[in-house]
C-alpha cells in the first residue's frame, strides 16, 4: 500500500457520532429521508436523496439536461436496474462526474458512477450504498444529517434540507414511488426476487388472491 493510500486510510478511521447537539436544528418530521444538496459538474443540485436501501447510485434523465451536459460524456452499461417493487428501470449509460460533500467549513470531492435512468422521480440524484461506503459515509434519519470523513480527517456534517426532504417525501406517497433500486449485472447475476415495496400499489381490477382449487 503506497503512502498516500495509508493516509486516506487513516484519515477514514473516523468516528462518526451523532450526539444530542445534533437534534437541536432538527424540526419535528414524519419520518422524512436524508435529502441533501451537492456540487456536481460543478454546479449546485438540490434533492439529492441518500439512500442506504440502493445499490447503485442514479441521475435521472431530466437532471442529466438540466446541468447541459454532453451526451458524448455517456458510456456503455451493461446490466439491469430494477426499482423496490421489481419493475425494471431503463438504464440509458452512465458516466463518472466529480461530486462535491461539503458542509461550509470542510468538503470533500470524489469521482462518482451515475447510472442514467429515463424515469422520472421528485429527486434529482441518488446516491446509494457504492458512495455511501467508499465515503465512509453515515446517515441519520433522526438527526436529518450525513457526516462523513474528509482526507484530513476531519468530520464533514450535511444537514438535509427539511423543507426538500418533506416536499419529495409527500410527493413520494402520493406518486407511490419506491425509493429503492437494485443493480443486477447480465453477464454475472440473475434478477433474484425484489422485495414489495413500501407504498405498494393497489392490485388492479383483475388481480387479487388465487382461486382455491
Known sequence: ????????????????????????????????LVVISVVTAERKVDRVLVDQGSSADVMFWTTFNKLQLSPDMLRPYDGCLYSFTGDQVEVRRHLELRTTFTDGTA????????????????YNTLLGRPTLNRLGAVPSTR????????LAGK???????????????????KRREGYSWSLHDHRTQRRSPSPRSITPKPPGPKQGLPAKR
Request: charged share 35%.
Open 143 to 150: 438527526h436529518m444529517k450525513k457526516k462523513l470523513p474528509d
Open 1 to 32: 500500500m503506497s503512502v498516500d493510500a495509508q493516509r486516506a486510510d487513516d484519515a477514514f478511521d473516523v468516528d462518526l457520532v451523532f450526539t444530542k447537539a445534533d437534534l437541536q436544528d432538527v424540526v419535528p418530521h414524519d419520518n422524512d
Open 107 to 122: 468538503s470533500r470531492t470524489e469521482n462518482i458512477k451515475y447510472l442514467i435512468v429515463s424515469t422520472s422521480s421528485t
Open 155 to 173: 468530520v464533514i456534517t450535511i444537514k438535509s434540507d427539511h423543507k426538500d426532504a418533506k416536499r419529495c417525501y409527500e410527493n413520494n406517497l
